[in-house]
């Protein structure tokens, strides 16, 4: 490709995007595809499946709840679990929310945990189980920023202050999205291009984890190249087999 035409892409990608957040690709998403499958799971031998007006939704209702612990613009929000729907929806609503989700390796342990989390100073962290949860308590004295942990399956009552299961969470949004839904669109669109969507961290295989900060306009810009580039058909599927910490 000439280097004309470069640049002719360039300033048309540039402008599709002008303006617009992910929060934004999400809306348009469930306005015009609301009944598409927006993602599928298999659980307990059956497959279980979210509709783009479904996906929006939990990610609504994650948002408000979010919101309802504290989180706002500024804040990081850490997540600890395997590729689940509950993961996604974890980051997609800390984004809604106006803060920068950022996804830990699932194996880290507690000396690793103790220094990406207050690396990024995360307020919240959402832990797939115990096992997890048990690790972040071990140095949770060493996060003062830290004020909840959001267990998705095995949360239990003496856990401690600010742990809570992730129902609890999504009951809560839940609640706050019925009384207030106007509220949710409000906070939804504080975010703009320039504020941050995602928090990556290098493996740290050359020394600490570096984090790497990305927009909603450098994602928005990538998966619009990606999409010229490849011309894959509207409605097709994507395979998620990589940790979710990895950009892909």
């Known amino acids: 490709m000439s280097e004309d035409r470069v640049e002719v892409e360039r300033r048309q990608i540039e402008q599709e995007i002008k303006g617009r957040t992910l929060c934004d690709l999400?809306?348009?998403h469930a306005a015009g595809h609301g009944d598409a499958p927006a993602m599928?799971?298999?659980r307990d031998g059956a497959w279980q499946t979210l509709s783009w007006r479904e996906y929006r939704e939990r990610v609504a209702e994650v948002a408000m709840g979010l919101a309802?612990?504290?989180v706002g613009k500024g804040d990081f929000v850490a997540i600890m679990a395997t590729n689940r729907p509950e993961h996604v929806l974890?980051?997609?609503g800390a984004v809604h929310a106006g803060a920068t989700p950022t996804s830990f390796y699932f194996t880290l342990p507690p000396?690793?945990?103790?220094?990406?989390?207050?690396?990024?100073?995360a307020k919240v962290a959402v832990l797939e189980d115990r096992d997890m949860l048990k690790?972040?308590?071990e140095v949770r004295d060493d996060l003062p920023e830290l004020r909840h942990l959001v267990v998705l399956?095995?949360?239990?009552e003496g856990d401690g202050p600010g742990v809570l299961g992730w129902d609890d969470l999504v009951g809560r949004g839940r609640a706050a999205l019925a009384g207030d839904r106007a509220g949710f669109e409000e906070?939804?669109?504080?975010?703009g291009p320039e504020d941050n969507a995602t928090l990556l961290y290098t493996s740290g295989t050359t020394g600490p984890p570096k984090g790497v900060l990305l927009t909603h306009r450098n994602l928005l810009y990538e998966v619009t190249a990606l999409d010229r580039l490849t011309g894959l058909p509207q409605g097709g599927s994507s395979v998620s087999y990589l940790p979710l910490a990895h950009i892909a």
């Open 135 to 137: 690790r972040w308590q």
């Open 26 to 28: 999400l809306a348009e």
């Open 187 to 191: 906070l939804r669109r504080r975010g």
């Open 90 to 92: 974890a980051d997609q």
């Open 40 to 42: 599928s799971w298999k």
């Open 111 to 121: 000396e690793q945990i103790r220094y990406v989390a207050g690396h990024c100073q």
């Open 153 to 156: 399956e095995g949360a239990r």
């Open 68 to 70: 309802g612990l504290g």
